[in-house]
């Protein structure tokens, strides 16, 4: 499968005080539009947007370059799991990030089980700075066997024109 993005880095404000380091992709539409984490148009294709529960917990490997935004993620069942019945694993590089949070593990845990392909990849990193290492991630989840970026480039009849600087 498929998806459009775009590339940024920017510093972000959350509402409860403090400032976080973004660098990594968002999905777009054929205009070159944002969607949101909820669009309906990712709904529509079945694909998900998570922040990667429990990274923090997984420091080593968060930090590495198997965990870089557009990175391939492995999605495994942990059907074990004490805490939770429905717990799905990601990896990257073979090493542990984290979790799927739990209410998208309840939908995607008895597809897997069901020999139902998923994939995932790292979408956007998060960190203090671009100088502090990553602690954070966000995945964008495919139900298909595998799931890749196309950089969306304006075409001549999408592309959106400003007027001059100065004028009104």
Excluded: K
């Excluded at 498929?2 to 510093?11: C, G, I, L, M, N």
């Excluded at 495994?76 to 593990?105: I, S, Y």
């Amino acid at each position: 499968m498929v998806v459009h993005v775009v590339f940024e880095e920017r510093y972000w404000y959350p509402d409860d005080g403090g400032q976080v380091w973004l660098a990594g992709y968002t999905p777009v539409d054929a205009t070159g539009a944002y969607l949101g984490r909820d669009a309906p148009e990712l709904a529509a294709r079945g694909l998900r947007v998570a922040s990667v529960a429990g990274a923090r917990f997984q420091a080593a490997a968060v930090a590495g370059d198997a965990a870089a935004p557009g990175r391939p993620l492995e999605l495994r069942r942990d059907p074990g799991n004490e805490h939770d019945p429905n717990a799905v694993m990601v990896l990257a590089g073979g090493a542990q990030v984290g979790w799927v949070p739990r209410e998208l593990a309840a939908e995607i845990a008895p597809q897997l089980e069901a020999g139902r392909p998923w994939s995932a990849v790292v979408l956007r990193e998060q960190r203090a700075s671009p100088r502090d290492p990553r602690h954070g991630l966000t995945m964008l989840l495919a139900p298909d066997s595998d799931v890749s970026f196309v950089t969306w480039r304006p075409t001549t009849s999408s592309h959106r024109t400003r007027p001059p600087s100065g004028s009104t």
